[in-house]
């Protein structure tokens, strides 16, 4: 059932959902060169010298703008600096030299409106920042609302069970997610050139924005990368706006998962809601969305390393590594570095660690777990619970196998630095991530590069290399786990195996730890933030250097807009056009698909109307055409419904069975075709038609279908794959061709399609010397592009083709009508201006059909 929705939102102003006042004026563009400023008017600058001299530009797009900001207490004046630990900041170091970027986003303090206008000036000019300046009433509801009490726990797998536990769907709230999405999308087309700028989206904060970006420019170069996991379908499908949020996703370019695992929940989304397959193409994975390929890029992001290695060099960090030392000395340090958040799993770490104690007692007094709690990201009952119970079970640890001079847990419940958490990871034997769902934790990366540089050990070394080991126990729940292949994973929930996991890293044998730590290495120093920066803009560059190559239009209204790309070449076929040529030639040849062409899909009864049957009556009696109905549908049933056209022409079954006019009979198109395939082919489609719930089996007299539109998409997807390639094997040397469509395998003998029954069509027209000079062929679906595909290689030099695709969609049609309306309104002009004579005789091609087949 589809989703309630606000289809016209787009077009609303966010002033009239939530009262939002606009920002004091439109900020300037940001120069592209001297002088110039982009997106002015193409009449004030010349466009080939603008473009010619413009940087390489990249616009990073984010909640949060990548600053520090202070007042000043002396002028009150807001002062700003690079955040240097923000992973946008960073990610800079991927991109070339020349390249300029442009961040835009939240500020993290309200400014006064008074203050707005020096602020976005400032910000420009000096940063390359562009603020949004979100309300703060806006940004409540955005931001605290939807984002983190809605968004957020459905992404980690909470559903809105029960109201005490997290909130349930609010629309007020999604007006505001809206709102919010909508005045991102003004300021970046306040300073972005689509037509030579990328544009780079970053999470499930900003996931409407592309539909935004694609409705004012259609060409947009879009990029998307979700930092957060992604559910899987039957999770996400709760969600009310879920349509719109996912033809968000559809309108970017290119979309990043750190998993594979994130990345299959989004295209088993796409293909039970939306019907989308998806395929690999040249390794990379592609899903066609209206023409368009939509890429899928899977790689997690790293960390830096220079900002990391210059904070273990410091002197401050050296000191609190022998602080560290000194008070530890002697005992197995185990480390965990978590925000305190229901999905980090503290409590089930704390359980495991007092488990491991009560089963290992030699452990006790040689071991210690420092936890150091960042601040909570939002705040709530479930935070408060989680940190209630988490200091419950530490105490009650500390109580029972603590003493006067050993304190087994050891947390630091405060805000803590960069060289002091460095300086724990250097000292620690083993460190322990045990989220329950995560996105990515890069605490694991830091932990390892950290041992690799620490301090100490290169200071008791003299210098010389030492020996490096770390040992990781990772949840397997965690974005980084698939990338840590010698981490010890585990199940969070299960607490015994964690505490075995545990002890398994501390007693490990150095020459292992060794080996597992460098391996680790090997992988953080090269994958780093800059490696991965500069992997998904190389993939945005290639997913969006085809746009000026298609012909695009944007269809759809509000958040289901979306954009149709097509071939330059592709148009819609003009009635006055084509009569006109038709009026003009000598011989005609008319071929007509019937479903989707000349009666709509939805109609449940699929009779031909009267209208219709006077108009085909009308085309098949004019001597100078000849006019074929080609369907995949029965001999039987396209005989019964078309049974008043006495002159018309029908190829049944894709060309299987051909009969010239009512008054002949039916014909194989094939003549002694060998069916016996069918007797291996059949008990195979029936044990896959068992083994798949909703599938179904149709003997036609031409071959067998197996359908499994009524079956679960993925399930079924999955066993048609595997029923092509068995089908294949087994049938290799048999005269019959294996064949996957839309939610269909079909088994039909080699040499029969619409393509090959046209070719023969036309063969025997023009071997009587009446070769046409007026062909028509018009169809909706796969089979039907056989046909535009033999037209082209088989009446090339023929003056007037018309090969019509039904709807705007790719195909290998020239041309396109919207819909059967508009076929039926055609073939009504066409109608009218022939010249039909009915006859008595046989069809004048029949004798020469029969030599042919």
Known sequence: MASKSYANILDLDPDKLLDIPQTPRALPRVLTMPGIIAGVDENDVDSDKTSSGCRERKIIVANMLPLHIQRDPDTLKLTFSFDEDSLLWQLKDGFSAESEVVYIGSLKVEVDATEQEEVAQKLLEEYNCVPTFLPQDLHKKYYGGFCKHQLWPLFHYMLPMCPDHTDRFDRVLWKAYVSANKIFADKVMEVANPDDDYIWVHDYHLMILPTF????????????????????????????????????????????????????????????????????????????????????????????????????????????????????????????????????????????????????????????????????????????????????????????????????????????????????????????????????????????????????????????????????????????????????????????????????????????????????????????????????????????????????????????????????????????????????????????????????????????????????????DDPKNTVFIVSGRGKSTLSEWLAPCERLGLAAEHGYFIRWSKALGWQPGLMGVDHKWKEIAEPLMELYREATDGSTIENKDSGLVWHHQDADPDFGSCQAKELVVHLENVLANEPALVKRGRHIVEVKPQGVSKGLVTEKILSVMIEKGERPDFVTCIGDDRSDEDMFESLTNMVSNTPEIFACTVGRKPSKAKYYLDDTVDVVRLLSGLANASDPKPSNNLPRFQVAFDAVF
């Open 213 to 620: 970006l694609r409705n004012r420019c259609n060409l947009v170069k879009l990029g998307f990368f979700l930092h957060s996991p992604f559910p899987s379908s039957e999770i996400y499908r709760t969600l009310p706006v879920r349509d719109e949020i996912l033809k968000g996703l559809l309108n970017c370019d290119l979309i990043g998962f750190h998993t594979f695992d994130y990345a299959r929940h989004f295209l088993s989304c796409c293909s039970r809601m939306m019907g989308l397959d998806y395929e690999s193409k040249r390794g990379h994975i592609g899903l066609d969305y209206f023409g368009r390929t939509v890429y899928i890029k899977i790689l997690p992001v790293g960390i830096h390393m220079g900002r990391l290695e210059s904070v273990l060099k410091l002197p401050i960090t050296l000191r609190k590594v022998k602080e560290i030392a000194k008070r530890f000395k002697g005992k197995k340090i185990i480390v965990g570095v978590d925000d305190m958040d229901i999905f980090k799993g503290l409590s089930l770490k704390l359980l495991a660690f007092e488990y491991l104690l009560q089963t290992y007692p030699l452990l006790r007094g040689k071991l210690v777990l420092i936890q150091i709690v960042n601040p909570a990201r939002s705040t709530g009952k479930d935070v408060q619970e989680a940190k209630k119970e988490t200091y419950l079970i530490l105490n009650r640890i500390n109580e029972a196998y603590g003493s006067p001079d050993y304190q087994p847990v050891v947390i630091i419940d405060r805000p803590v630095a960069r060289y002091e958490k460095s300086a724990y990871y250097s000292m620690a034997d083993c460190c322990i991530v045990n989220a329950v769902r995560d996105g990515m934790n890069l605490v694991p990366y830091k932990y390892i590069v950290c041992r690799q540089h620490s301090p100490y050990f290169d200071e008791r070394t003299g210098g010389e290399e030492p020996p490096h080991t770390s040992m990781l126990v990772v949840s397997e729940f965690v974005g980084c786990s698939p990338s840590l292949s010698g981490a010890i994973r585990v199940n969070p929930w299960d607490i015994e195996s964690v505490a075995v996991a545990i002890n398994s890293a501390i007693v490990m044998k150095e020459p292992e730890k060794q080996l597992r730590h460098a391996k680790h290495y090997q992988y953080v120093s090269s994958h780093t933030v800059a490696y991965w920066a500069r992997s998904f803009m190389q993939d945005l560059e290639r997913s969006s250097k085809d746009h000026y190559n298609k012909r695009c239009w944007g269809i759809g209204f509000g958040l289901g807009f979306r954009v149709v790309s097509l071939s330059p070449g592709f148009r819609k076929l003009s009635p006055d056009y084509i009569v006109s040529a038709y009026k003009r030639s000598k011989r005609r040849a008319i071929f007509l698909d019937y479903d989707g062409t000349l009666v709509p899909h939805s109609n449940i009864v699929k009779t031909p109307s009267p209208e219709l049957i006077t108009i085909l009556n009308t085309l098949s």
